[in-house]
């Protein structure tokens, strides 16, 4: 959702801002906009266009040249539409304090009315806008731009991230959060606030943690955290991990394809270190925690619930604990029964996913301890869970989630060996050959990444297409609905996955001459792989043209037969899922979609 920087320090303020907004576009935007401190008492400096950062950019004159700080913001439309007027910052009425914002306000409708008696004039639709004036109105009072954000928090309702300047304080910015993120970067001199670190990574990686309900503000050299009391308080210090090169697109044509070919290497990282020499699992995370678990429940949201479910079938086969997987944005609205004894894990790539946080301190509330698997350090989710399996899928910058799907996936087939280990529900034998088959999978992944040109070509004769369906079972139905998923998303074509045993009970109706049919098969030694052989017959014989994802066990008479190493079956999907993502690719390409950045969509959902 909105992108937040804010720059103070030595360098030009501008092109340091502007930077950061490109670095932040991946998370999904439809207008951008900044503000720039002069000298003291001067004028801010502000611009801001509807539409991507290159309209933004031809609004600039030179007069922005100089400034030493500054914010700046891509905006993802809530209240109001995405035109100029709406744009962030907001300024107010005085033209004296800009302000950005990431979140809802919700009691912007009752603040709206009260300035409005005090005879400010309001020039969007935004809830933001609200902030902007009552900020300035206790600025104008104490002069004191961080003392006048935690009057106005503490009057705010809903999340926000918050940044502020004043052209009374030019090098000084303020920020403040809540329920939304906002991490800081300290540099030599000059110092950022983000709404992620990769608006920064490429000048610093040392990060300040900033907790909830809390005030920053930041000069070049000097950072201050404050409660909304005003009582200095002590932010989480971090090290970034990532390389600043990762979040780059590196010669591909999109960070989407960059990221699918990554993947080897990601599983790799997920891996590292979680298998001692004579096959013991590790998993310090979750013995952290010392925990009796006699459930576990899953919450998540989109491709992070298809790992969930996923992840469901290793855990119960393997550690014979009962496992639920539910959509976060369900469960933290329900009154569930949970005990002492239930593992709650909630799977984020961002970290920041507002239902998914919600639902982890529902489950707190509850009683429930709560591990994440999150692949962004400092961020929301991983700050509050018990404890945290970090993911290492390194940077995910297109909205489209792949690496850090099967990163997760694999981190969750960790954590079921593990528990399987302490339950002793698998023999040390049995155990030595699931690491080896999951040792085996970056290299499985790469194989398929070598022969994906015949993919790639066949899936463009498909790009007229109306509707694509999926079909799975066991593992290969999360698969599925991840393949459907993928494909919406991207392509923006109609897209479903189903069991294969529901087809009959129902979706078989869709079904017309010519549908395509994805099917994954299991590997021929499955109880299920007769199933499926008959649910491919089912749809050829009313016309379908089905695509099979399949090993070489299972011989196949049809045209299109996509091949994936073999290994064991329920590690399966973490294979068939690639040809999947390279299928939704190659067909947002094919019709022109924009790949990275899909059309409504953002990369970290921090609003409900
Ligand atoms: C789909 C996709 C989304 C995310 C979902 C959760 O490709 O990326 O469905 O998986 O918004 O995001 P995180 O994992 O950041 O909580």
């Not at 920064?200 to 009391?229: M, R």
Request: a negative charge.
């Amino acid at each position: 959702m909105c992108g937040i920087i804010g720059y103070t320090g030595a360098s030009p303020a501008l092109s340091m801002v502007i930077d950061s907004l490109r670095k932040l576009e991946y998370r999904g935007y439809d207008s951008a906009g900044i503000a720039l401190t002069g000298k003291a008492g001067e004028k801010l400096i502000v611009a801001k266009r509807a539409g991507k950062l290159s309209n933004l950019e031809s609004a600039l004159t030179s007069d922005h040249a100089d400034s030493l700080s500054g914010i700046g913001h891509t905006r993802w439309a809530t209240h109001g539409g995405p035109t100029d007027e709406n744009a962030h910052p907001h300024i107010s009425s005085d033209g004296k304090v800009a302000v950005i914002h990431n979140g809802i306000i919700e009691n912007y409708i009752e603040l709206k009315a009260e300035l409005e008696k005090r005879g400010h004039k309001f020039s969007s639709q935004t809830d933001t806008e609200s902030v902007a004036h009552l900020l300035s109105d206790e600025f104008n009072l104490s002069k004191d731009l961080a003392d006048a954000m935690r009057k106005v928090c503490k009057r705010l309702r809903g999340s926000f991230t918050l940044l502020a300047i004043s052209s009374d304080s030019p090098e000084v910015i303020v920020g403040a959060r809540r329920n939304s993120p906002l991490v800081v970067g300290l540099g030599r001199g000059e110092n950022f606030l983000a709404s992620d670190v990769s608006a920064f990574i490429a000048h610093t990686k040392s990060a300040l943690e900033l907790g909830q309900d809390q005030v920053v503000q930041v000069s070049p050299d000097v950072v201050l955290v404050t409660d909304l009391d005003g009582k200095q308080v002590s932010a989480k210090p971090f090290e970034i991990t990532w390389d600043a090169k990762a979040a780059e697109r590196g010669g591909y044509t999109h960070f989407m394809l960059k990221e699918i070919f990554e993947q080897p290497k990601a599983i790799s990282e997920t891996l590292l270190g979680r298998f001692s020499n004579d096959s013991k699992v590790i998993c310090s995370e979750l013995a952290s925690l010392n925990l009796d678990i006699d459930r576990i429940l899953i919450l998540a949201c989109g491709t992070a619930y298809h790992a969930g479910l996923i992840g469901k079938y290793a855990i119960e086969q393997w550690s014979k604990i009962a496992v639920d997987v539910e959509l976060a944005s369900e469960f933290r609205y329900r009154k569930p029964f949970l005990t002492a004894k239930t593992l709650v894990i909630t799977i984020s790539q961002s970290g920041e996913t507002m239902d998914t946080l919600m639902a982890a301190r529902h489950a707190k509330e509850l009683g429930a301890a709560t591990l994440s698997i999150c692949n962004t350090m400092g961020s929301s989710i991983a700050r509050e869970s018990d404890a945290v399996f970090y993911s290492h899928a390194g940077p995910e910058i297109a909205v489209a989630s792949t690496k850090a799907l099967l990163t997760q996936i694999v981190a969750l087939k960790v954590i079921a060996l593990y528990l399987a280990q302490n339950n002793k529900s698998l023999s040390s034998a049995q155990i030595a050959k699931i690491i080896a088959e999951l040792l085996a999978l970056p290299n499985k992944v790469e194989e398929i990444l070598e022969t994906v040109e015949p993919l790639r070509a066949m899936t463009r004769g498909f790009k007229d297409a109306t509707s694509v369906l999926f079909l799975g079972r066991n593992v290969g139905y999360p698969a599925a609905l991840e393949g459907a998923l993928k494909l919406k998303e991207l392509a923006y074509m109609h897209a479903e996955g189903f069991a294969g045993g529901e087809l009959k009970h129902g979706p078989i109706a869709l079904i017309e001459e010519g549908t395509p049919v994805i099917a994954i098969l299991p590997p021929a030694s499955s109880a299920i792989s007769e199933k499926m052989l008959s649910n491919i017959q089912e749809v050829r014989a009313r016309g379908a043209n089905v695509i099979a994802i399949a090993d070489a066990s299972t011989p196949l008479d049809l045209k299109h037969v996509i091949r994936i190493p073999s290994c064991d079956e329920l590690l399966q999907s973490i294979l068939a899922i690639v040809p999947l993502q390279v299928f939704a690719y190659e067909m947002a390409v094919a019709r022109g979609n924009d790949v990275d950045q899909p059309r409504n969509l953002a990369k970290s959902v921090t609003v409900e």
